[in-house]
Antibody, heavy 121, light 107 residues
Framework: QVQLVQSGTEVKKPGSSVKVSCKAS????????ISWVRQAPGQGLEWMGG????????NNAQKFQGRVTFTADKSTSTAYMELSSLRSEDTAVYYC??????????????WGQGTLVTVSS | SSELTQDPAVSVALGQTVRITCQGD??????ASWYQQKPGQAPVLVFY???NRPSGIPDRFSGSSSGNTGSLTITGAQAEDEADYYC??????????FGTGTRVTVL
């Protein structure tokens, strides 16, 4: 079965960038989409966007337009999320999740363990 | 609108039934999926589609849909079901949205 393992905790300065990785094992990487979700401290879940590795096609929520980049390396079964121009409000736990799509439904399963990104001067 | 609205909190007595609802226009066209999140842990899928429960999820979790409302029901709630629950749906542009979340307290 598919498992997703994310990179470790990051501490970044305002204005810098962060790149979080999500390595998949099991299943056929590239045949499914990977979505990214973040959760600020004490807040709810927020979808950021995602990528279908086999096509290299990505989309993102309007809120992150121009600031987020999703990539995938099929040779290492790893997906990446890079967020630029970081500000304190970007402090959150970032999750990746396998994104399964059917005609009238869609679900995220499994999820990575999460990566804490702290933005502080 | 692609927003999904949930009640902020509900409580249920041990062994009783609780229903968590999720309202939004996108649910008229797409089924919700439901996620359980315990403190300090990643979310876990507990129900999806018209009538699907992932392997390993107890059968006390069930889901339904009507109009613009999706529901997750826990029949015979257990102490370990105390958690935050989020619904999620998508729109025609393949953008996703999460519900505002419901904290379930088991008394």
């Amino acid at each position: 079965q598919v498992q997703l393992v994310q990179s470790g905790t990051e501490v970044k300065k305002p204005g810098s960038s962060v790149k979080v990785s999500c390595k998949a094992s099991g299943g056929t990487f590239g045949s499914y989409a990977i979505s990214w979700v973040r959760q600020a401290p004490g807040q709810g879940l927020e979808w950021m966007g995602g990528i279908i590795p086999i096509f290299g096609a990505a989309n993102n929520a309007q809120k992150f337009q121009g600031r987020v980049t999703f990539t995938a390396d099929k040779s290492t079964s790893t997906a990446y999320m890079e967020l630029s121009s970081l500000r304190s409000e970007d402090t959150a736990v970032y999750y990746c999740a396998r994104d399964i799509i059917e005609d009238y439904s869609n679900w995220f399963d499994p999820w990575g363990q999460g990566t804490l990104v702290t933005v502080s001067s | 609108s692609s927003e999904l609205t949930q009640d902020p909190a509900v409580s249920v007595a041990l062994g009783q039934t609780v229903r968590i609802t999720c309202q939004g226009d996108s649910l008229r066209n797409y089924y919700a999926s439901w996620y359980q999140q315990k403190p300090g842990q990643a979310p876990v899928l507990v129900f999806y589609g018209e009538n699907n429960r992932p392997s390993g999820i107890p059968d006390r979790f069930s889901g339904s849909s009507s109009g613009n409302t999706g529901s997750l029901t826990i029949t015979g709630a257990q102490a370990e079901d105390e958690a935050d629950y989020y619904c999620k749906s998508r729109d025609h542009r393949h953008f996703y949205v999460f519900g505002t979340g419901t904290r379930v307290t088991v008394l």
